[in-house]
């Protein structure tokens, strides 16, 4: 299998090359990166060498009769419509980097191309499949029903350059949704000091979601059940490896682990952060 990568702006460009073409990446030995496409031919060639990717191209499109897969990870998600169109309407499995697009509209038109050529589509957040993180899911049940909890994670300075808050705050945003699931239905957020506090209401529960615009690099998540709270950090350091498998398994298989709406939510629900922070109201997230 033969995969593309479109934008060498982002630092995902290198690692996923080194680690499928050059780590050799466990169970997918026969998968290579073998083309890739940039704005910038230095940093183009910068992700080349260290991934070891063997043609350049200098239109996108020209990958199309080259691959059978391809990755989207231009770090502004406002650009993932338009460079993606290409691969959706030709019918190749795609993934798209966090996050899936800057709006709902431009969310909802990639998902609409993907469904009307019926083939597999996916984008996440890596930070969602750190095992850590993994574990503590699978080990809520010893907790009691869980009405509410906390998630925090970093959010960069530069945010605004790259779409807003959603550019960083995906993680915290889809650690949220990994733990708690889906189906927010409210959003009330509100700003100080580079920190954006947003409170997510479910049915039956209220997850508060920490952005922090002064902190290391650190994501976590507290879960507070009727019988005791956890405590986990996004910490074991595996997310990249993770995250590869469940997108080459699709690649591989068609297989998607998140459906159209699962996909659309999380754009929604900061959609609504951003609402919510004009308006200094609660508003609703938007549904697919």
Request: with cysteine; aromatic share 10%; charged share 20%.
């Amino acid at each position: 299998m033969k995969i593309g990568i479109i934008g060498s702006d982002n630092s995902h460009a290198a690692a996923f090359a080194k680690a499928i073409n050059v780590d050799k990446l466990a169970g997918f030995e026969d998968v290579q990166v073998s083309h890739i496409w940039g704005m910038k031919d230095d940093e183009t060639q910068e992700k080349v060498q260290k991934g070891q990717i063997p043609y350049v191209v200098t239109n996108p499109a020209d990958m199309l009769n080259q691959i059978d897969a391809v990755m989207i990870v231009l770090r502004h998600g406002g650009r993932h419509l338009e460079y993606a169109r290409p691969f959706l309407e030709a019918g190749i499995p795609i993934f798209i980097d966090k996050p899936l697009a800057c709006s709902t509209v431009d969310a909802r038109k990639i998902l609409e191309l993907a469904n009307k050529k019926e083939f597999p589509l996916t984008s996440f957040s890596m930070v969602r499949y750190d095992s850590a993180i993994q574990n503590l899911k699978q080990n809520l049940s010893g907790i009691g029903k869980t009405w509410t909890g906390d998630v925090a994670g970093v959010i960069t300075p530069n945010a605004n350059e790259y779409g807003g808050m959603i550019f960083y705050g995906i993680h915290t945003t889809e650690l949220m949704l990994e733990i708690f699931g889906y189906g927010v239905e409210k959003i009330y957020a509100t700003h100080r000091n580079d920190n954006t506090i947003a409170i997510a209401s479910y049915p039956n529960a209220v997850v508060t979601m920490h952005f922090m615009g002064q902190s290391s690099y650190l994501f976590s998540v507290i879960v507070h059940g009727q019988e005791k709270s956890l405590y986990q950090a996004a910490d074991a350091g595996d997310y990249l490896q993770q995250s590869l498998k469940r997108m080459l398994h699709l690649f591989q298989t068609g297989e998607t682990h998140l459906s159209p709406s699962q996909l659309f939510e999380p754009v929604a629900i900061h959609e609504a952060i951003e609402s919510s922070l004009r308006q200094a109201k609660e508003v609703e997230v938007g549904k697919y």
